[in-house]
């Protein structure tokens, strides 16, 4: 059973804090760090263990205006469901608060963001998803015991499948699709989280519930 601190994540493959690839978001980052000091503006990192069986990769994430607020959603709501969740299908153990995070662990799992820098609303350009994919290629191909992808996003599946080398027209996004890669890696599919009703393509707390349902039984399958 593999369990690591949020806290105490080992980080390789992954851009430096200064990280200068995408000049925008360098940038910005230069300006958070003024406009909010004492903040970890950083390149957001990866939280759980190497030898997760899941990989959970999700979209850019929203500047650090505060205290951490979780593996990688910037809004503490949507944070909340998200690791309140993985907690509730024994995907992470311990507690999450948005001022305190440091008693969850993941388990079985690792969540990576496809963008690790914060973008302008959250949105990155297309140069700046491409420049980023060779982080999460790398990600991929350090899980030794990796089985399965859950995209939270069509940002996020996109990256992937890139990441995986095979063209996005091949597999296009859909919320609840279960589909194997040729190489026998397993991506789900999950629309992006709302703290509110479902609107606008996103998805509720019991939405995203029934969707780690799906991620647990697939690896049940497999013999988790």
């Keep these: 059973m593999s369990q690591t601190l949020l806290t105490t994540q080992e980080v390789t493959d992954a851009p430096d804090d200064d990280c200068q690839l995408c000049p925008r978001l360098a940038q910005l980052r230069s300006a958070n760090r003024r406009?909010?000091?004492?903040v970890d503006h950083a390149p957001i990192r990866a939280w759980g263990a190497r030898d997760a069986s899941v990989?959970?990769?999700g979209?850019?994430?929203e500047a650090r205006k505060g205290a951490h607020q979780g593996p990688f959603f910037g809004d503490r709501n949507v944070s909340a469901i998200f690791c309140e969740t993985l907690i509730e299908h024994g995907l992470a153990t311990g507690h999450y608060a948005s001022d305190n995070a440091t008693g969850l662990r993941s388990n079985h799992c690792r969540v990576v963001g496809a963008v690790r820098c914060a973008p302008p609303a959250a949105l990155p350009q297309p140069a700046e998803v491409h420049a980023c994919n060779a982080f999460l290629k790398a990600e991929l191909q350090a899980m030794p015991n990796l089985r399965l992808v859950l995209a939270i996003g069509a940002?996020?599946?996109n990256a992937t499948i890139a990441a995986c080398g095979m063209p996005m027209a091949r597999l296009g996004f859909q919320h609840?699709?279960?589909a194997t890669l040729p190489d026998g890696l397993?991506?789900?599919?999950?629309s992006p989280l709302s703290a509110h009703s479902p609107r606008d393509a996103l998805i509720c707390r019991e939405m995203f519930s029934a969707i780690v349902t799906t991620v647990v039984e697939a690896l049940g399958r497999q013999g988790r």
């Design 35 to 38: 406009n909010h000091p004492g």
């Design 59 to 61: 979209p850019a994430p």
């Design 155 to 157: 940002l996020a599946h």
């Design 186 to 190: 397993i991506i789900v599919d999950c």
């Design 55 to 57: 990989l959970i990769v």
């Design 176 to 178: 609840g699709r279960v």
